[in-house]
């Protein structure tokens, strides 16, 4: 059984990152460097003003159930209300499309971006989410073995960004629209797309990825970490940059009384914090809340002599797309993110520790000057084993 803490506050109905909520990702990672793009989009929920004949309510209810994971009764609660509104309901397709997509049913998906674009009516920036999440459904089954479909992911994302005149969330479609050109084999133009938004938004969120990108066109298949800067408890300042050539594994959980997983989770932190003691491996743990005082009681009591950060203001969470908790995210030392998993299982434990044994044997086999040894073919992305959900960012 796989246990887990979400904050009801962190969800809206926009789902669009299929890796991790349940399992481990180590595949289904590429379409993250797109996903975490996402960051600038205010994905609205299904709101009163786009919903003329339906109730609000009705409405909520099936966008609960698509919140709360139930994803097939949540596509039979948006037909029926699509139904008594002439199944032209682009709200109700749209809604229909995140639940395909958590099912990993990419055509029905396609399908109901297709409906969504189709009713839309004046509402572009539900088009340009529709597109967008079009795009991520043929982006995936390029990976999944059909590579022609990456030239329709671009496709997807051009049409987005043509839409998307005037909305602040443009340059976020702009930086898609250059991972994909380099995905679908055009490298100079995805590169000079990357350039573009650099132009654009030299301090974007998605600014050090693009670098890297454009610096090396084949980290466009894998998933980049984010890049970050913090002062831990101890009172040094951790920046990944400056961590490469290091394994970093980011442990995101909370000190609220309410996540038993959380607590529980603590003795195979505290036993990878010593197994692993004196070799290349980083630990830091985030904790997300906003009590200090409590935060620094519990890691003392607990004796959590690794780096320990609050997020109070959800930085990193933000960042690194995380609203379930406890979470664990294991980047390489080339800056690459190649294991995720979210929740507790028996097996957590055992699991991250195997991943860490993995990359530090790697890391040791690596020659100077070289990625990592097989980093090609970590961190690349082929069909999701797990699903997880997106909030809207605030």
């Given at each position: 059984m796989n246990s887990m803490c979400t904050d009801e506050s962190l969800f809206s109905f926009f789902y669009c990152c299929r890796s991790g909520c349940s399992g481990s990702v180590r595949r289904g990672t590429g379409m993250l460097v797109l996903v975490l793009a996402f960051s600038g989009f205010a994905a609205k929920t299904l709101c009163a003003k786009h919903q003329p004949s339906a109730s609000n309510s009705t409405m909520a209810q099936a966008g609960s159930l698509l919140k709360a994971q139930r994803y097939k009764q949540a596509i039979k609660a948006f037909k029926h209300l699509n139904a008594r509104q002439g199944n032209r309901s682009a709200d109700c397709y749209w809604g229909m499309a995140q639940a395909y997509w958590q099912l990993e049913d990419l055509k029905k998906t396609e399908e109901s971006c297709d409906s969504v674009l189709r009713y839309a009516g004046w509402n572009v920036h539900l088009k340009v989410l529709a597109h967008n999440l079009r795009a991520l459904a043929a982006e995936q089954r390029g990976f999944e073995g059909e590579p022609k479909m990456f030239k329709q992911g671009e496709k997807e994302f051009q049409a987005a960004y043509e839409l998307d005149k005037g909305y602040p969330d443009r340059a976020v479609t702009l930086f898609n629209l250059g991972i994909a050109q380099s995905r679908a084999g055009e490298a100079a133009q995805g590169i000079a797309t990357l350039k573009d938004y650099l132009a654009q938004n030299p301090q974007g969120a998605?600014?050090?990825?693009?670098?890297?990108?454009?610096?090396?066109?084949?980290?466009?298949?894998?998933?980049?970490?984010?890049?970050?800067?913090?002062?831990?408890?101890?009172?040094?300042?951790?920046?990944?940059?400056?961590?490469?050539?290091?394994?970093?594994?980011?442990?995101?959980?909370?000190?609220?009384?309410?996540?038993?997983?959380?607590?529980?989770?603590?003795?195979?932190?505290?036993?990878?914090?010593?197994?692993?003691?004196?070799?290349?491996?980083?630990?830091?743990?985030?904790?997300?809340?906003?009590?200090?005082?409590?935060?620094?009681?519990?890691?003392?009591?607990?004796?959590?002599?690794?780096?320990?950060?609050?997020?109070?203001?959800?930085?990193?969470?933000?960042?690194?797309?995380?609203?379930?908790?406890?979470?664990?995210?294991?980047?390489?030392?080339?800056?690459?993110?190649?294991?995720?998993?979210?929740?507790?299982?028996?097996?957590?434990?055992?699991?991250?520790?195997?991943?860490?044994?993995?990359?530090?044997?790697?890391?040791?086999?690596?020659?100077?000057?070289?990625?990592?040894?097989?980093?090609?073919?970590?961190?690349?992305?082929?069909?999701?084993?797990?699903?997880?959900?997106?909030?809207?960012?605030?």
């Open positions: 998605s600014a050090g990825q693009a670098r890297r990108v454009i610096a090396d066109p084949r980290l466009a298949t894998s998933l980049v970490a984010p890049n970050f800067s913090l002062t831990a408890l101890d009172g040094r300042t951790y920046n990944l940059e400056q961590l490469r050539g290091k394994i970093v594994l980011l442990d995101f959980w909370g000190t609220d009384a309410m996540c038993r997983p959380c607590t529980e989770s603590l003795a195979d932190m505290v036993y990878l914090a010593k197994k692993f003691a004196g070799t290349p491996l980083v630990m830091i743990s985030v904790s997300y809340g906003t009590e200090t005082r409590a935060w620094r009681a519990f890691v003392q009591a607990q004796k959590m002599n690794w780096p320990q950060y609050l997020d109070r203001n959800q930085v990193m969470r933000r960042t690194y797309a995380v609203y379930a908790f406890p979470s664990y995210i294991l980047i390489d030392q080339d800056g690459i993110i190649v294991f995720r998993e979210t929740g507790l299982k028996y097996t957590t434990g055992l699991l991250i520790e195997n991943e860490i044994r993995r990359e530090l044997a790697a890391l040791a086999n690596a020659k100077p000057g070289h990625p990592t040894a097989g980093s090609e073919n970590r961190g690349k992305a082929t069909a999701p084993s797990a699903t997880t959900t997106l909030p809207e960012w605030e």
